[in-house]
Protein backbone atom coordinates (compact mmCIF):
# COMPACT_ATOMS: atom_id res chain seq x y z
CA UNK A 1 0.00 0.00 0.00
CA UNK A 2 2.88 2.22 0.77
CA UNK A 3 4.00 1.59 -3.00
CA UNK A 4 0.79 2.76 -4.09
CA UNK A 5 0.41 5.36 -2.37
CA UNK A 6 3.67 7.14 -3.27
CA UNK A 7 3.00 5.62 -7.16
CA UNK A 8 -0.11 8.37 -7.15
CA UNK A 9 -2.72 6.04 -7.37
CA UNK A 10 -5.59 8.15 -7.88
CA UNK A 11 -8.19 5.92 -6.16
CA UNK A 12 -5.99 5.66 -3.07
CA UNK A 13 -8.52 7.43 -0.68
CA UNK A 14 -11.15 5.69 -2.34
CA UNK A 15 -10.12 1.45 -1.09
CA UNK A 16 -6.45 1.75 0.17
CA UNK A 17 -7.33 3.50 3.39
CA UNK A 18 -10.29 1.29 4.70
CA UNK A 19 -7.94 -1.32 4.01
CA UNK A 20 -5.11 0.47 6.10
CA UNK A 21 -7.89 1.03 8.84
CA UNK A 22 -8.41 -2.58 9.12
CA UNK A 23 -4.81 -3.33 9.40
CA UNK A 24 -4.45 -1.14 12.37
CA UNK A 25 -7.26 -2.68 14.36
CA UNK A 26 -5.47 -6.24 13.52
CA UNK A 27 -4.50 -8.03 16.72
CA UNK A 28 -1.12 -8.93 15.25
CA UNK A 29 0.82 -5.95 16.89
CA UNK A 30 3.55 -6.14 13.89
CA UNK A 31 0.34 -6.12 11.15
CA UNK A 32 -1.02 -3.17 12.96
CA UNK A 33 2.34 -0.93 13.59
CA UNK A 34 3.23 -1.34 9.67
CA UNK A 35 -0.28 0.07 8.64
CA UNK A 36 0.09 2.55 11.29
CA UNK A 37 3.42 4.03 9.64
CA UNK A 38 2.16 3.67 6.25
CA UNK A 39 -0.98 6.16 7.95
CA UNK A 40 1.63 8.40 8.87
CA UNK A 41 3.15 8.69 5.72
CA UNK A 42 -0.07 9.14 4.17
CA UNK A 43 -1.57 11.78 6.43
CA UNK A 44 1.17 14.03 4.82
CA UNK A 45 -1.47 14.79 2.12
CA UNK A 46 -4.22 16.88 3.00
CA UNK A 47 -7.09 15.60 0.99
CA UNK A 48 -5.91 11.74 2.04
CA UNK A 49 -5.27 12.88 5.67
CA UNK A 50 -9.42 14.27 5.05
CA UNK A 51 -10.55 10.84 3.32
CA UNK A 52 -9.16 9.27 6.54
CA UNK A 53 -10.89 11.49 8.65
CA UNK A 54 -14.06 11.15 6.93
CA UNK A 55 -14.53 7.81 8.02
CA UNK A 56 -13.92 8.71 11.68
CA UNK A 57 -11.46 6.05 12.83
CA UNK A 58 -11.02 5.23 16.74
CA UNK A 59 -8.68 7.61 18.00
CA UNK A 60 -7.18 5.06 20.49
CA UNK A 61 -6.09 3.28 17.32
CA UNK A 62 -4.53 5.81 16.21
CA UNK A 63 -2.71 7.11 19.26
CA UNK A 64 -0.91 3.96 18.76
CA UNK A 65 1.59 6.44 16.79
CA UNK A 66 1.62 8.82 19.38
CA UNK A 67 0.91 12.43 20.51
CA UNK A 68 2.61 13.83 17.43
CA UNK A 69 0.82 11.96 14.89
CA UNK A 70 -1.94 13.01 15.87
CA UNK A 71 -1.00 17.01 16.19
CA UNK A 72 -0.71 16.47 12.57
CA UNK A 73 -4.56 16.75 12.49
CA UNK A 74 -4.49 20.48 13.63
CA UNK A 75 -3.22 21.95 10.67
CA UNK A 76 -6.49 22.24 8.66
CA UNK A 77 -10.47 22.48 10.33
CA UNK A 78 -11.50 19.43 9.29
CA UNK A 79 -8.40 18.01 11.86
CA UNK A 80 -9.37 20.50 14.60
CA UNK A 81 -12.60 18.95 14.42
CA UNK A 82 -12.23 15.51 14.74
CA UNK A 83 -9.53 16.09 18.14
CA UNK A 84 -12.62 18.27 19.72
CA UNK A 85 -14.67 15.65 18.84
CA UNK A 86 -12.54 12.88 20.21
CA UNK A 87 -11.82 14.98 23.38
CA UNK A 88 -8.09 14.70 22.70
CA UNK A 89 -7.66 18.33 22.11
CA UNK A 90 -7.51 19.66 25.77
CA UNK A 91 -5.92 16.34 26.37
CA UNK A 92 -3.20 16.61 24.34
CA UNK A 93 -2.49 20.54 25.41
CA UNK A 94 -2.42 19.63 29.13
CA UNK A 95 0.53 16.73 28.51
CA UNK A 96 2.44 19.16 26.03
CA UNK A 97 2.40 21.71 28.73
CA UNK A 98 3.11 18.66 31.80
CA UNK A 99 5.78 16.89 30.04
CA UNK A 100 5.39 16.19 25.92
CA UNK A 101 7.60 19.83 25.38
CA UNK A 102 10.52 18.47 27.31
CA UNK A 103 10.26 14.87 26.02
CA UNK A 104 10.06 16.51 22.23
CA UNK A 105 13.35 18.70 22.88
CA UNK A 106 14.80 15.72 24.28
CA UNK A 107 13.65 13.60 20.93
CA UNK A 108 15.35 16.11 18.54
CA UNK A 109 18.82 16.25 20.48
CA UNK A 110 19.27 12.85 20.92
CA UNK A 111 18.24 12.48 17.18
CA UNK A 112 20.92 15.28 16.52
CA UNK A 113 23.76 13.16 18.60
CA UNK A 114 22.72 10.15 17.23
CA UNK A 115 23.14 11.40 13.17
CA UNK A 116 26.20 13.09 14.17
CA UNK A 117 27.65 10.06 15.51
CA UNK A 118 28.94 12.27 18.91
CA UNK A 119 28.28 9.72 21.50
CA UNK A 120 26.40 6.05 21.88
CA UNK A 121 23.18 6.77 23.45
CA UNK A 122 22.29 3.43 25.10
CA UNK A 123 19.51 4.39 26.79
CA UNK A 124 16.66 7.35 27.49
CA UNK A 125 18.62 7.91 31.01
CA UNK A 126 22.19 8.66 29.47
CA UNK A 127 22.77 12.38 29.44
CA UNK A 128 22.91 14.80 26.64
CA UNK A 129 27.08 16.96 26.51
CA UNK A 130 25.24 19.57 24.81
CA UNK A 131 27.45 22.11 23.18
CA UNK A 132 26.52 25.89 24.72
CA UNK A 133 29.69 28.33 24.15
CA UNK A 134 30.60 30.24 26.68
CA UNK A 135 28.91 33.41 25.36
CA UNK A 136 25.86 31.99 23.93
CA UNK A 137 22.93 32.66 25.21
CA UNK A 138 20.41 30.36 26.79
CA UNK A 139 17.30 31.02 24.34
CA UNK A 140 18.35 30.30 20.90
CA UNK A 141 15.28 30.26 19.54
CA UNK A 142 15.58 33.74 18.08
CA UNK A 143 16.38 33.87 14.46
CA UNK A 144 19.89 32.16 13.07
CA UNK A 145 21.10 31.59 16.55
CA UNK A 146 19.81 28.01 16.87
CA UNK A 147 23.26 27.49 14.53
CA UNK A 148 24.92 28.21 17.70
CA UNK A 149 24.34 24.80 19.00
CA UNK A 150 25.21 22.64 16.31
CA UNK A 151 28.64 21.09 17.47
CA UNK A 152 30.62 22.67 15.50
CA UNK A 153 35.01 21.89 16.34
CA UNK A 154 37.38 24.23 15.09
CA UNK A 155 40.96 23.04 15.32
CA UNK A 156 43.54 24.95 14.54
CA UNK A 157 47.16 24.25 14.23
CA UNK A 158 50.21 27.17 14.04
CA UNK A 159 53.91 26.20 12.77
CA UNK A 160 57.00 28.47 12.41
CA UNK A 161 58.19 28.78 9.18
CA UNK A 162 60.40 25.39 9.12
CA UNK A 163 57.36 23.68 10.34
CA UNK A 164 57.44 23.06 13.66
CA UNK A 165 54.46 22.65 15.88
CA UNK A 166 54.06 26.15 18.09
CA UNK A 167 50.46 25.38 18.67
CA UNK A 168 47.55 22.96 18.17
CA UNK A 169 44.48 22.64 20.09
CA UNK A 170 40.64 22.68 19.39
CA UNK A 171 38.92 26.25 20.22
CA UNK A 172 35.43 26.69 21.88
CA UNK A 173 33.48 26.71 18.59
CA UNK A 174 30.41 28.16 17.30
CA UNK A 175 28.33 29.74 14.36
CA UNK A 176 27.49 33.43 14.64
CA UNK A 177 25.85 35.69 12.05
CA UNK A 178 27.02 39.20 10.96
CA UNK A 179 24.92 42.33 10.53
CA UNK A 180 24.59 41.23 6.99
CA UNK A 181 23.14 37.60 7.95
CA UNK A 182 26.47 36.21 6.39
CA UNK A 183 27.46 32.60 8.58
CA UNK A 184 30.69 32.98 10.39
CA UNK A 185 32.70 30.65 12.53
CA UNK A 186 34.05 31.54 15.67
CA UNK A 187 36.96 29.48 17.54
CA UNK A 188 38.37 30.70 20.84
CA UNK A 189 40.97 29.86 22.70
CA UNK A 190 39.69 28.79 26.08
CA UNK A 191 42.54 27.88 29.33
CA UNK A 192 41.66 25.23 31.59
CA UNK A 193 40.12 27.80 33.65
CA UNK A 194 37.86 28.73 31.22
CA UNK A 195 39.06 32.08 30.36
CA UNK A 196 39.70 33.75 27.16
CA UNK A 197 43.23 32.96 26.65
CA UNK A 198 45.79 35.61 24.62
CA UNK A 199 47.33 33.77 21.97
CA UNK A 200 50.62 35.57 20.80
CA UNK A 201 51.54 35.30 16.79
CA UNK A 202 54.38 36.84 14.78
CA UNK A 203 54.39 37.02 11.29
CA UNK A 204 57.14 33.82 11.10
CA UNK A 205 54.21 31.79 12.05
CA UNK A 206 51.74 29.63 9.78
CA UNK A 207 48.21 29.21 10.66
CA UNK A 208 46.01 26.37 9.05
CA UNK A 209 42.96 25.12 10.61
CA UNK A 210 40.17 22.48 9.92
CA UNK A 211 36.38 22.31 10.70
CA UNK A 212 34.63 19.13 12.48
CA UNK A 213 31.08 18.69 12.75
CA UNK A 214 30.06 16.13 15.42
CA UNK A 215 33.30 13.49 15.13
CA UNK A 216 32.72 13.95 10.99
CA UNK A 217 35.60 16.44 9.43
CA UNK A 218 34.25 18.38 6.78
CA UNK A 219 35.45 20.66 4.09
CA UNK A 220 35.32 24.50 3.19
CA UNK A 221 32.15 23.79 1.43
CA UNK A 222 30.31 21.41 4.49
CA UNK A 223 31.32 18.24 2.81
CA UNK A 224 31.78 15.11 4.73
CA UNK A 225 35.49 13.55 4.38
CA UNK A 226 37.53 11.01 5.77
CA UNK A 227 40.77 12.98 6.57
CA UNK A 228 41.19 16.50 8.65
CA UNK A 229 41.02 19.05 6.13
CA UNK A 230 43.26 21.89 6.39
Given amino acids: LRILYRSGL ?9 I ?5 SS ?6 M ?23 PALEKLQLGGDPFIARFLRTE ?15 IKRWLQKGNQEYVELIERTIYSE ?3 KDLTSKDDNLQLHIPIDCPLDVRNDTKIFRRLPFVLLVK ?12 MLQTYLQTDDSLNMLIVGKVISKSGCIEPLKIENVHIISCCLRLGSRSI ?10 FW
Fill in 78 to 92: IGVKFCQDCGWLDGG
Fill in 219 to 228: DNHGRPVNEE
Fill in 158 to 169: IETAFRDTYYFS
Fill in 116 to 118: LNI
Fill in 34 to 56: KALNVLKEVCANDELMHALLSRK
Fill in 20 to 24: LLKQI
Fill in 10 to 18: TTFSSWCID
Fill in 27 to 32: PEPQIA
